[in-house]
C-alpha cells in the first residue's frame, strides 16, 4: 500500500510529515530544518525553491515570490489582494481575468498562476519527503485554514495535482493541529477542545468536538491576515518612517532595500521570541 504524507502548506513555511513505525515523524529537508521556506525564485540559470530562494531574495526581489497562500483562490481586485501588493516586491497582473505572476526567467518574461506556484512548493515537500523514504510518494492530504472558502479549497487541491499527488484529502490546519497532539487518542469520551492557531500568515481560533476518533469542527474565527509576516510588515512599515523621517529619504521605491529590511526585520522578531520551554 502507498504511504500518503501529510503536507502543512504555509504562507511563511511549508512542512512535511509521514506516519510510521506508530508515530508521525515531522520530515527534514536537506539543511536538516523541519520547516521550509514557502519562497519560488526565478533566475536567468534556473529556479529556485525553499531556502535557495529565500536566501537570494534581496538581490533578486522582483522575481521571488512568496505569500502565494494569499492569492490562491483569489481575484485580482479582491480588496485583500490589493492591499497585500503593496508589501511584495514582485508584479500581480490581471490576465483575461485571472491573477497571474509576473517574473523574468532564463531572459523571457513569465506568467504562473498562484496554484503553479504552490505546485513548485508542494513538488519540493515531495522530494524531501522521497528522499527520506526513499520511495516514491503519490499521496497526500494538505492543510488549509479553517476560514478557507470553497474556492480557496479547490484551487489548493489543484496544486497538489499539479506537483503530481492524488490529493485524498484537504483538512483544516486546526483539525490537523488536534491530530498531531494525538488529542483523538487520548480523549476517549465525548469532548469540546479550543485550538489556537497563530501561524506565519493566519490566525485561526477554533471550537473542535471530538468523539470516538473523529473530529468535528463546531466553531471557527479567524484573521488571514495576521500572523508572523504582517508582525514583519509592521516592523518594516515602521523602520521605513524612521529611516525617512532621520536621513530624509524614501525607500519605498527601492525593492532590494526594502527586501533588505524585511529580512532584518524577520530576523530580530525571531531573536526576540526565544522559548525555552512549554
Known amino acids: 500500500m502507498a504511504r500518503a504524507i501529510g503536507i502543512d502548506l504555509g504562507t511563511a513555511y511549508s512542512c512535511v510529515a509521514v506516519f510510521q513505525h506508530g508515530k508521525v515523524e515531522i520530515i527534514p529537508n536537506e539543511q536538516g530544518n523541519r520547516t521550509t521556506p514557502s519562497y519560488v525564485a526565478f533566475t536567468n540559470d534556473g529556479r529556485l525553491i525553499g531556502n535557495a530562494a529565500k536566501n537570494q531574495a534581496s538581490i533578486n526581489s522582483n522575481n521571488t515570490i ?9 481575484k485580482f ?7 497585500d501588493m503593496k508589501h511584495w516586491p514582485f508584479k500581480i497582473v490581471n490576465d483575461v481575468d485571472k491573477l497571474k505572476i509576473l517574473v523574468e ?19 519540493k515537500m515531495k522530494e524531501i519527503a522521497e528522499t527520506y523514504l526513499g520511495k516514491k510518494v503519490t499521496e497526500a492530504i494538505i492543510t488549509v485554514p479553517a476560514t478557507f472558502n470553497d474556492s480557496q479549497r479547490q484551487a489548493t487541491k489543484d496544486a497538489g495535482v499539479i506537483a503530481g499527488f492524488n490529493v485524498l484529502r484537504i483538512i483544516n490546519e486546526p483539525t490537523a493541529a488536534a491530530v498531531a497532539y494525538g488529542l483523538d487518542k487520548k480523549i476517549s469520551a465525548e469532548r469540546n477542545i479550543l485550538v489556537f492557531d497563530l501561524g506565519g500568515g493566519t490566525f485561526n481560533v477554533s471550537v473542535l468536538k471530538i468523539e470516538e476518533g473523529i473530529f468535528e469542527v463546531k466553531s471557527t474565527a479567524g484573521n488571514t491576515h495576521l500572523g508572523g509576516e504582517d508582525f514583519d510588515n509592521q516592523m518594516v512599515a515602521y523602520f521605513m518612517q524612521e529611516f525617512k523621517r532621520k536621513h530624509g529619504k524614501d525607500l519605498l521605491q527601492n525593492k532590494r532595500a526594502i527586501q533588505r529590511l524585511r529580512t532584518a526585520c524577520e530576523s530580530a522578531k525571531v531573536s526576540s521570541f526565544l522559548i525555552k520551554s512549554l
Open 105 to 123: 526567467y532564463r531572459n523571457e518574461t513569465k506568467l504562473f498562476t498562484p496554484e503553479e506556484i504552490s505546485a513548485m512548493i508542494l513538488t
Open 66 to 74: 512568496f505569500h502565494a497562500k494569499r492569492l490562491i483562490g483569489c
Open 77 to 83: 481586485h479582491d480588496p485583500t489582494v490589493q492591499a
